[in-house]
């Protein structure tokens, strides 16, 4: 062998081994980010090497079947986004005098009867998804754990035309409205829906058909077709009150495999989940908002009351139906061959956690990733209450983490920015642990200290602590996190060169309390519903050292899992946001503005206040920031002065804005934070956005590269697909992963359920392990003798605590008499 070509082997040993090790920050040097909206030009565009990655979970089955046959091209498959209608409540009249049907709960509950999802997903969908109903994942362990109950609700509201129009027609004839010719007027003019859909997917199919249902109800309806940047300003940013929509065809996706899906509720019902007009003009019923509360807050002490308020929960959660649930997809994100990417079981590559820290080209350090995204830029871009777009976040999640990263395929959180914690929970609490690095302890009583701080005077600047609001009258709290960054935080670099300090974690303590108090200069009356409900279990924290920074903190909200209550309690001083990453003198500017009455963080003051949407990337607030950071350094300001004073210096203060300054001359914008990418520039005309390796990343490429692939359990029924009337009926299980057999210790549960016909539960039990990869289930004498003839269905479903994804197979067995 000649000489060259041992030289070039020996090159490649040392791409492959030695320099990822060395490496800090991203295997690759920089990701281009270009926009386009057409899944079929994207496809097109990556075989002829456009694109190296196209970051939309997509669901076409013609476009999955290309990609599939293509020798350049592969994919990730994801579960966790789906569709749904997104209902217009305000009402019934708007204030122009129109009628709007859907301010009535009984109208919107009848939707789900109109609906045919069956439909959707054979015919739209091409068998990509399934039906869904509720505001939970179907391949969930929480669907798992629910099914008896959550089958029962979809039995319920299966397509019913006949019932829907029924319903439909008594309410409209309560508003009084009525029909001439067939179409609803009302004050002699016809009711017109305004269907909001969205084109880049199968939802402009989904709006069609439901606009045809409408229509065969006797509505007129206008179809306003639009893209994500044309639709959110309306649906999301505008005031529902203007009329402009009463239908949006909305999809979401769960960017983090879901541990526990309370919280849904609250979120997606009540005015707490987002401080968008939008929600903030949803009004559930009390009893079905404080059972949202209950289930966000953990207001509840066994596993047996959190399935009774879940159940209670769902079911009125139907009634009221301001979201009226279509499918889940099965989806698929397409990708040359070349390059390699951790995609999140449920997220995809848009909504992966580790995407920036794992996307490289295979046998090769360094390069250009180039990706396709179907929209981005789509809303301003500010950590505290900007763009909540799954692709402007997968943006800004490469600038920055939060304090835990979620295991892409069981949703366990692993530290970012912290070294340990230490969890102790009420005993009785049904919390576990499974990974090493959290510790876990039960104590029958935990007592908050009197000189912990559980409130925030806004007037003075100071927080308030335990023994000054209770007057040193005891106070306990489930849940109690101490939580321990790391000795060098101060040594992290921020992306414009300045270094953390105390004063980045205590910004996001204030912030949490001081923009929903009325004496703050910052209020933001849109905060105060998640604030009241955030004080209701937040019992207090105390720093117990500032240099290494640690913290406890102290809680009635409590979490199943140890590592999951470890993250969050960190994630209460690591200032990720929640729309991103900002150190504080970022944020200041921001504050500065607002204060000036020339800017707002969030779209509701913006829209309140009438003034700009704080943009950090580009647009018309950067001059505003620019001003306001040219009379911080003019007049030394800095934010909560009684607090910061004690952790920054003046001649730090004017150095971190500085550097800010410094920033904004090379970049021309004020998004800086500290993750493994730095915003170059973003391009809002051209939507382009150019992200670059920031080189004084403080922790190696490799850190993350044992997430490879989920083991989601694939299981085979054998038995035989006849059951006698009064005999038992044996089957055998087998669970693997990859050819080989599912470890038994790996295997949490294993539930079989038989179903009627008419989808009535039967029968539901749990397997016997005989060894690695093998189950039985028996179907006793006793329930089959209370069988009649028929076809049923039995459904086999696995959890395993190496995926949080189950594993699931159904098939048809048919009953007969002896």
């Not at 990509?128 to 509201?157: C, H, M, Q, W």
């Not at 399935?307 to 649930?325: P, Q, Y």
């Not at 390059?339 to 390069?367: C, H, M, Q």
């Not at 500065?592 to 009455?597: D, K, L, N, P, R």
Request: with cysteine.
């Amino acid at each position: 062998m000649g000489m060259k070509v041992l030289l070039v082997i020996f090159s490649v040993f040392l791409a492959l081994t030695a320099f990822p090790q060395a490496r800090m920050g991203a295997f690759v040097d920089e990701v281009i980010v270009m926009m386009e909206p057409t899944p079929e030009a994207a496809i097109r565009r990556m075989e002829a090497g456009d694109f190296d990655v196209y970051a939309m979970t997509l669901t076409s089955p013609d476009l999955f079947k290309r990609v599939k046959e293509s020798q350049n091209l592969g994919y990730e498959v994801s579960y966790g986004s789906y569709n749904e209608l997104t209902f217009n409540p305000v009402g019934p009249v708007f204030p122009d005098g129109r009628l709007n049907p859907f301010a009535v709960p009984e109208i919107r509950e009848a939707m789900n009867w109109l609906i045919d999802r069956n439909y959707i997903v054979k015919e739209i969908l091409g068998g990509l998804g399934v039906p869904r109903f509720l505001p939970i994942n179907t391949a969930s362990a929480d669907y798992v754990e629910l099914i008896d109950l959550v089958r029962a609700l979809e039995n319920k509201y299966q397509y019913n035309f006949e019932k829907a129009e029924k319903i439909i027609t008594e309410q409209m004839q309560k508003l009084g409205a009525r029909k001439v010719g067939g179409v609803w007027t009302y004050n002699g003019q016809p009711v017109e829906i305004i269907v909001l859909i969205r084109i880049e997917d199968q939802r402009r199919q989904i709006g069609d058909y439901v606009a045809d249902q409408l229509e065969k109800l006797g509505f007129k309806t206008v179809r306003d077709y639009k893209r994500a940047a044309e639709a959110s300003p309306i649906w999301y940013a505008g005031n529902p009150a203007d009329g402009k929509f009463h239908i949006y065809t909305g999809g979401w996706i769960t960017t983090v495999v879901p541990r526990d899906l309370t919280a849904n509720l609250d979120f997606f019902y009540t005015p707490r989940g987002l401080p968008s007009p939008l929600w903030q003009a949803y009004k559930p019923s009390p009893e079905f908002d404080r059972i949202c509360e209950m289930l966000a807050n953990k207001e509840f002490t066994t596993m047996e009351e959190r399935r009774e308020l879940f159940a209670k929960g769902l079911e009125l959660a139907m009634k009221d139906s301001v979201r009226v649930w279509t499918n889940d997809n099965m989806a698929f994100t397409p990708k040359r061959k070349n390059v390699l990417v951790t995609a999140d079981l449920y997220g995809g590559v848009s909504g992966s956690w580790l995407w920036p820290y794992t996307i490289r080209f295979e046998n090769k350090i360094g390069g250009t990733v180039k990706i396709g995204l179907p929209s981005g830029l789509t809303e301003p871009w500010n950590a505290i209450a900007g763009s909540n777009w799954i692709f402007d976040m997968m943006l800004i999640r490469a600038t920055g983490a939060a304090a835990y990263i979620p295991d892409p395929y069981t949703g366990l959180y692993y530290p970012y920015s912290f070294e340990k914690a230490e969890v102790v929970v009420q005993k009785g609490l049904p919390v576990k642990k499974t990974l090493d690095w959290v510790e876990l302890k039960f104590e029958p009583e935990i007592v908050v200290p009197s000189d912990a701080f559980i409130d925030w005077d806004a007037k003075e600047q100071r927080f308030i602590t335990i023994a000054e609001k209770y007057s040193n009258q005891k106070v306990t709290a489930l849940r109690k996190v101490t939580v321990r960054f790391p000795k060098n935080l101060y040594n992290w670099k921020h992306h414009d060169g300045s270094t953390f300090d105390p004063a980045d974690l205590l910004m996001k303590v204030i912030l949490t309390f001081d923009r929903a108090k009325p004496e703050s200069p910052f209020y933001d009356e849109s905060t105060v519903p998640a604030f009241a409900s955030f004080q209701k279990t937040f019992k207090g924290f105390r720093i117990l050292s500032v240099d290494p920074f640690v913290a406890e903190y102290y809680s009635d909200i409590w979490y199943q899992d140890a590592e999951v209550n470890a993250g969050a309690a960190a994630n209460f001083f690591w200032p990720y946001y929640d729309q991103g990453p900002a150190p504080w003198h970022v944020l200041a500017i921001g504050l500065y503005a607002e204060m000036q009455g020339k800017a707002a963080f969030s779209s509701a003051k913006a829209k309140e206040k009438n003034v700009e949407w704080l943009n950090y990337v580009a647009g018309p607030t950067i001059p505003i920031l620019k001003a306001a950071l040219d009379e911080a350094i003019a007049k030394r300001w800095i934010p909560y002065e009684k607090v910061f004073t004690s952790y920054v210096s003046k001649e730090k203060l004017i150095t971190r804005y500085q550097n800010l300054l410094n920033w904004y001359n090379q970049k021309g914008h004020f998004w800086t934070a500290w993750g493994p990418f730095y915003l170059e520039k973003a391009y809002p005309i051209e939507k382009v956005v150019h992200l670059k390796r920031f080189d004084q990343y403080p922790f190696p490429a490799d850190r993350w590269m044992r997430f490879q692939k989920a083991a989601v359990p694939e299981v085979i029924i054998e038995g035989s697909t006849t059951i006698r009337i009064g005999e038992p009926a044996i089957f055998e299980l087998f669970i693997d992963f990859e050819g080989k057999p599912y470890p038994l210790k790996d295997i949490s549960s294993v539930v079989c359920l038989l179903f009627a016909s008419d989808g009535t539960l039967v029968l539901k039990g749990n397997a016997k392990a005989v060894k690695d990869g093998l189950f039985t289930f028996e179907i006793p004498a006793a329930t089959t003798r209370n069988l009649t003839a028929g076809v049923y269905k039995f459904e086999v479903a696995v959890t395993s605590i190496r995926t949080a994804l189950p594993g699931m197979k159904a098939i048809d067995v048919v009953v007969r008499g002896r």
